[in-house]
Nanobody, 116 residues
Framework: QVQLVESGGGLVQPGGSLRLSCVAS????????MGWYRQAPGKQRELVAT????????TYADSVKGRFTISRDNTKNTVYLQMNNLKPEDTAVYYC?????????WGQGTQVTVSS
């Protein structure tokens, strides 16, 4: 069982930045692929970014490439999402995701609102 706790969401103006954090429980963090997903009102949950266990491989949705950066610190069991040049269309609940060899886990979500 892996528990995920996100933080760092909030209200930001267009063009601003936020950094989301997700802390995972357990001792196997460095082996897990971690990701961030988001869900806007009335829309399906979508993939934002993923990062491999060692951090060497990352993937991004086309809509966030060049603006968002996913990273991880395996010594702190933490994955980050640095979001720059935020746009109103980035407004959503952001969820941390963990994929182990046999299971998938989700955090409770953190709200990001981009508005002037």
């Amino acid at each position: 069982q892996v528990q995920l706790v996100e933080s760092g969401g909030g209200l930001v103006q267009p063009g601003g930045s936020l950094r989301l954090s997700c802390v995972a429980s357990g001792s196997g963090f460095r082996f897990y692929t971690m990701g961030w997903y988001r869900q806007a009102p009335g829309k399906q949950r979508e993939l934002v970014a993923t990062i491999s266990g060692g951090g060497g491989r990352t993937t991004y949705a086309d809509s966030v490439k060049g603006r968002f950066t996913i990273s991880r610190d395996n010594t702190k069991n933490t994955v980050y999402l640095q979001m720059n040049n935020l746009k109103p269309e980035d407004t959503a609940v952001y969820y941390c995701n963990c994929k182990t060899a046999s299971n998938e886990y989700w955090g409770q979500g953190t709200q990001v609102t981009v508005s002037s």
